[in-house]
């Protein structure tokens, strides 16, 4: 794989449809708008991307709504690809983004990381350099699913439940196995219990101001919210 300076590769998410995304969320008050809500993630996340120097940026979405707040972050949307017969609609989504890349080195990333910062992600591009030709990831908090991998063109991305132990069958190398590095990286959004974690952590503007509208799990997160997210 080759130098992953952060200009050198480029990063690729995947949004599905906001009126299907975050169905674990539904135990949330029925007041929290979800799509709002995975929205603003996105938004948040596309920001501490650029914070982190990344020149080119892709999310592939079926979503008209998030094909506008992707060119709004200066980022390029991408249409959903048709589906693939071995691919899950995930993968296949990510796979096509990569291929619509300039770069031949990828970052795939989830897209619902609302207190990543962009220091974590470049510490993190800087760590899979270190792994040379292999391709490298970095697992979530819980150590079962993939925040961020990186790889060239020729591994194919094995996002889903249980995805971490699936990388590292490819012969993906985890950076930080122990989990202590990046907990901003690692805080993706699937449970309450996840959005709680990230307001401890400070989420970014988007997200603060889509929590403070409301009561519940992550009430009160304003006061966590972090005051340096560039937006
Ligand atoms: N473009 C695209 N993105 C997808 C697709 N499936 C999942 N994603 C995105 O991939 C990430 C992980 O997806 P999931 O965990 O399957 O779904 P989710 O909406 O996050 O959460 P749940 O509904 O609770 O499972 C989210 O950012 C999704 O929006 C897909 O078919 N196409
Ligand atoms: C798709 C994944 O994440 P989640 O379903 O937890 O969002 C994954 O970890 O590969």
Partial sequence: MPSLAASDCAVVLAVKSLAAAKSRLAPLPATTDRGALVAAMLVDTLAAVRGAGIDEVLVVSPDPLVHALTAEAGAHPVPEPEPQPRLSSLNAALAHGARAATHSTVAYLQADLPALRGESLVAA????????????????????????????????????????????????????????????????????????AAVHLGVGARTGAVLDGRTGAASGSAGQRRANTAQ
């Avoid at 063109?153 to 985890?174: K, M, N, W, Y």
């Fill in 125 to 196: 591009l800087d760590a899979a350099r270190c792994a040379g030709d292999s391709a490298a990831f970095v697992a979530d908090r819980a150590g079962s699913g993939t925040v961020l991998l990186v790889a060239g063109p020729d591994f194919v991305p094995r996002f889903g439940v249980g995805s971490a132990e699936a990388h590292r069958a490819a012969g993906a190398v985890e950076l930080d196995p122990p989990g202590d590095r990046w907990p901003d990286l690692r805080t993706d959004i699937d449970t309450p219990a996840d959005l709680v």
